[in-house]
């Protein structure tokens, strides 16, 4: 049984920078498609961006530029840098594990999830 924690979350100002790292222990994530999403107070979790099981990325149209997901398979462990952010971008943030190498953005594609990490933007 996979097991993913989550770190870096914190309070960061308006067009500031965070990376949270993902650790992923009991199964190893070479292979596998891996993702982060986020969830806002009332809204709904959605995809924000993922990678496959090689190097191919996607993110949503709203982080694109601003966000780039990575892996690092020898350290079990996926990260996401966030630059230029704003306030928009405060949420629970969650890195999810697939078990399929093709990387999906529906929630439901993903058979791991770490608890989360809060990111909080201020103006």
């Known amino acids: 049984q996979a097991q993913l924690v989550e770190s870096g979350g914190g309070l960061v100002q308006a067009s500031g920078s965070l990376r949270l790292s993902c650790v992923t222990s009991?199964?190893?994530?070479?292979?596998?498609?891996m993702a982060w999403f986020r969830q806002a107070p009332g809204k709904e979790r959605e995809f924000v961006g993922g990678i496959n099981w090689s190097v191919g990325t996607k993110y949503s149209a709203s982080v694109e530029g601003r966000f780039t997901v990575s892996r690092d398979n020898a350290k079990n462990t996926l990260f996401l840098q966030m630059n230029n952010l704003g306030p928009d971008d405060t949420a629970v943030y969650y890195c999810a594990l697939s078990s399929s190498g093709l990387l999906e953005t529906t929630a439901t594609s993903f058979a791991y999830w770490g608890q989360g990490t809060q990111v909080t933007v201020s103006t």
């Open positions: 009991g199964r190893t994530i070479s292979g596998y498609a």
